[in-house]
């Protein structure tokens, strides 16, 4: 049973960079079975899509935060991180990192964390 | 970039049908999912590739998808499928939303 799980700080302040790491467990990121990729909800809103990527090192983020966003990869750790640069109090939101299956067309996100809560405050 | 649209809100009675409508320009044309998310929970996939359930997602969920609008159906809906509901399409290799539709069942 695949386990994803987000780790990083909980505060970051205004203009800063907030930085998430997702460690898989029972199963490898570099599998070429899946996608592995963040999405976040701010409180009380809906769910917006931040970025994705393939072992292949494909990486396909989301427009509107293209020009701050980057999705790393650490495959002796079995992690993949996520990187927002200069953050603002819009930024606030649960992030949650994801698995989507790659060989069957039209799947969805079928494992997800259990989310962490990053708050953008001074 | 490509949108989707649901309603912000739906009721149904216990033991009804609900239906939740998701619309996008030629959304028939691609593939919807719809993940359910209860309060203080992760979202958890109910639909993928328009009509399919993952294990362990009771058959009173089904799905549809045709022309504009994507379609969620709970049958014989229980007090615990109270939650939101989001639909979701893959399009040029980005992945888009639907606002979401807070479902309640009263």
């Known amino acids: 049973q695949v386990q994803l799980q987000e780790s990083g700080p909980g505060l970051v302040k205004p203009s800063e960079t907030l930085s998430l790491t997702c460690t898989v467990s029972?199963?490898?990121?570099?599998?070429?079975?899946?996608?592995w990729g963040w999405i976040r909800q701010p409180p009380g809103q809906g769910l917006e899509w931040i970025g994705i990527?393939?072992?292949?090192?494909?990486?396909y983020y989301n427009p509107s935060l293209k020009s701050r966003v980057t999705i790393s990869v650490d495959t002796s750790k079995n992690q993949f991180s996520l990187k927002l640069s200069s953050v603002t109090a819009a930024d606030t939101a649960v992030y949650y990192c994801?698995?989507?299956?790659?060989?069957?067309?039209?799947?969805?996100?079928?494992?997800w964390g259990q989310g962490t809560l990053v708050t953008v405050s001074s | 970039s490509y949108e989707l649209t649901q309603p912000p809100s739906v009721s149904v009675s216990p033991g009804q049908t609900a239906s939740i409508t998701c619309s996008g320009d030629?959304?028939?044309?691609?593939?919807a999912v719809w993940y359910q998310q209860k309060p203080g929970q992760s979202p958890v996939l109910v639909i993928y590739?328009?009509?399919k359930r993952p294990s362990g997602i009771p058959e009173r969920f089904s799905g549809s998808n045709s022309g504009n609008t994507a379609t969620l159906t709970i049958s014989g809906t229980q007090t615990m499928d109270e939650a939101d509901y989001y639909c979701?399409?893959?399009?040029?290799?980005?992945?888009?939303f639907g606002g979401g539709t807070k479902l309640t069942v009263l």
């Open positions: 990527f393939y072992y292949t090192g494909s990486t």
């Open positions: 994801a698995r989507r299956p790659q060989t069957v067309a039209g799947s969805g996100l079928d494992y």
């Open positions: 029972g199963g490898s990121i570099s599998s070429s079975n899946y996608y």
């Open positions: 590739q328009d009509i």
């Open positions: 030629k959304l028939g044309e691609k593939y």
């Open positions: 979701q399409v893959w399009d040029s290799n980005t992945v888009v």
